[in-house]
């Protein structure tokens, strides 16, 4: 028979999704703190805790085992959330986890109860993330290279991304925009992005685009954080955006909005701030998520940066010195690696998990 708290996770515990990789991460740190940690089987012998991080199946239609403690960890990147969501997390869960304060203020005005909120950050592996190491083989003979890295869709902005390049830049200027995609992700399977990409690379008068549409293991991630001197994320909305903090780590400080959820652990020292609009609208209807599922919406809630704004700063960090750069560079790092691990994250997984089973 085992001993000590089992915890079992609703949501894959590996892969390439981002919440696969995040269960990942806790669970191997549970393990080392005692606790038994399996997949969540209904039916089967009840755990003493639940852990439900899922995004492949609909939330709304999950059914927690009684009388075990249950967790939800949700994000609705784009306002307050869905009331079914509310609801449930309400009448059903024990706490709710939010990665950041910006989705801790939305689940506040979305109706979650305050007592059930708690905040539950992400990190990085020191040990895989940092400055020093190999560079990633970039195919380009440009000197100064930005990089985005995530699933190219509006949410993540890079169209305007996109857009604003192209002003800023000419096929003269030396520079290169490296975009790591991953069409395979099953969160981003938008093509007008894509499609985007490929009218820019087959024009000569544009400034150059490598895009590389694959999944990276973390070591080649870091290796490519490295490769570059400025990375760039224009998210419209975000519940934390892993990969700032990822290039932070890795000594490449990031162009991003002064809004949302990167304002926990970015500031003027460590990154090039865009001003950006916050869109807050009344709406009614249903919303289609990434995985197809519909969900009822009131109100939506985000930022956009403007095109002029972000090609400005794309020219600021081109044109900046590279100890200035650098000054940035070496306070993302500190910054990364002195407060925003993953041994720091799970300190407070651990925490919050006491909280239910002192």
Same mark, same amino acid.
């Given at each position: 028979?085992?001993?000590?708290?089992v +915890?079992?996770?609703?949501?894959?515990?590996?892969?390439?999704?981002?919440?696969?990789?995040?269960?990942?991460q806790?669970?191997?740190?549970?393990?080392?703190?005692?606790?038994?940690?399996?997949?969540?089987?209904?039916?089967?012998?009840?755990? /003493?805790?639940?852990i439900h991080?899922?995004?492949?199946?609909?939330?709304?239609?999950?059914?927690p085992? #009684? !009388?075990?403690?249950c967790?939800?960890?949700?994000?609705w990147?784009?306002?307050?959330?869905?009331?079914v969501?509310?609801e449930?997390?309400?009448?059903?869960?024990?706490?709710?986890?939010?990665? !950041?304060?910006?989705i801790?203020e939305?689940?506040?005005? !979305?109706?979650v #109860?305050?007592?059930?909120?708690?905040l539950?950050?992400?990190?990085?592996?020191?040990?895989?993330?940092?400055?020093e190491?190999?560079?990633?083989?970039?195919?380009?003979d440009k000197r100064?290279?930005?990089?985005f890295?995530?699933?190219?869709?509006?949410?993540?902005?890079?169209?305007?991304?996109? @857009?604003?390049?192209?002003?800023?830049?000419?096929?003269?200027?030396?520079?290169?925009?490296?975009?790591?995609?991953h069409?395979?992700?099953l969160?981003?399977?938008q093509?007008?992005?894509?499609?985007?990409?490929?009218?820019i690379?087959?024009?000569?008068k544009?400034?150059e685009?490598?895009?590389?549409? /694959?999944?990276?293991?973390?070591?080649d991630?870091?290796?490519?954080?490295?490769?570059?001197? +400025?990375?760039?994320?224009?998210?419209?909305? @975000?519940?934390?955006?892993l990969?700032?903090?990822?290039?932070?780590? *890795?000594?490449?400080?990031?162009?991003?909005?002064?809004?949302?959820?990167c304002?926990?652990? *970015?500031?003027?020292?460590?990154?090039?701030?865009?001003?950006?609009r916050?869109?807050?609208?009344? +709406?009614?209807?249903?919303?289609?998520?990434?995985?197809?599922?519909?969900?009822?919406?009131?109100?939506?809630?985000?930022?956009?940066?403007?095109?002029?704004?972000?090609?400005?700063a794309l020219?600021?960090?081109?044109?900046?010195?590279?100890p200035?750069? $650098?000054?940035?560079?070496?306070?993302?790092?500190?910054?990364a690696?002195?407060s925003? /691990?993953?041994?720091?994250? /799970?300190?407070?997984?651990?925490? $919050?998990?006491?909280?239910? *089973?002192?």
């Amino acid at each position: 028979m085992r001993e000590g708290p089992v +915890v079992a996770f609703q949501g894959r515990r590996g892969g390439q999704s981002a919440f696969g990789l995040i269960n990942a991460q806790w669970s191997r740190a549970l393990l080392q703190a005692g606790y038994a940690v399996t997949d969540y089987a209904p039916g089967g012998p009840p755990p /003493t805790i639940l852990i439900h991080h899922d995004f492949s199946s609909p939330f709304s239609r999950f059914e927690p085992p #009684r !009388s075990v403690k249950c967790v939800a960890v949700r994000t609705w990147d784009f306002g307050p959330f869905p009331p079914v969501w509310v609801e449930k997390i309400n009448r059903e869960f024990d706490q709710y986890w939010a990665h !950041s304060n910006w989705i801790a203020e939305l689940a506040r005005r !979305s109706g979650v #109860r305050a007592d059930l909120i708690r905040l539950v950050p992400l990190g990085i592996d020191p040990e895989v993330f940092h400055p020093e190491g190999p560079h990633y083989p970039v195919p380009t003979d440009k000197r100064f290279r930005f990089l985005f890295v995530g699933g190219v869709s509006r949410r993540k902005g890079s169209d305007i991304l996109l @857009e604003a390049y192209r002003r800023a830049f000419t096929a003269a200027d030396d520079v290169c925009l490296v975009l790591k995609d991953h069409s395979g992700d099953l969160f981003y399977r938008q093509n007008e992005v894509r499609e985007r990409i490929a009218v820019i690379r087959d024009d000569p008068k544009a400034p150059e685009i490598v895009h590389l549409d /694959t999944f990276l293991p973390e070591g080649d991630l870091a290796a490519l954080y490295r490769s570059c001197d +400025v990375a760039v994320f224009p998210y419209r909305a @975000e519940g934390f955006c892993l990969p700032i903090l990822e290039a932070m780590a *890795c000594g490449t400080p990031g162009i991003v909005p002064a809004f949302g959820a990167c304002l926990d652990f *970015c500031s003027a020292r460590t990154s090039y701030f865009v001003k950006a609009r916050r869109i807050r609208a009344p +709406v009614a209807g249903r919303f289609r998520v990434a995985l197809g599922f519909e969900e009822e919406i009131a109100e939506v809630d985000f930022c956009e940066v403007p095109k002029e704004g972000l090609a400005e700063a794309l020219l600021t960090a081109a044109r900046e010195s590279p100890p200035a750069r $650098r000054a940035k560079a070496d306070a993302g790092a500190e910054c990364a690696h002195g407060s925003w /691990t993953w041994a720091h994250a /799970t300190d407070v997984v651990a925490v $919050r998990l006491r909280e239910l *089973c002192p």
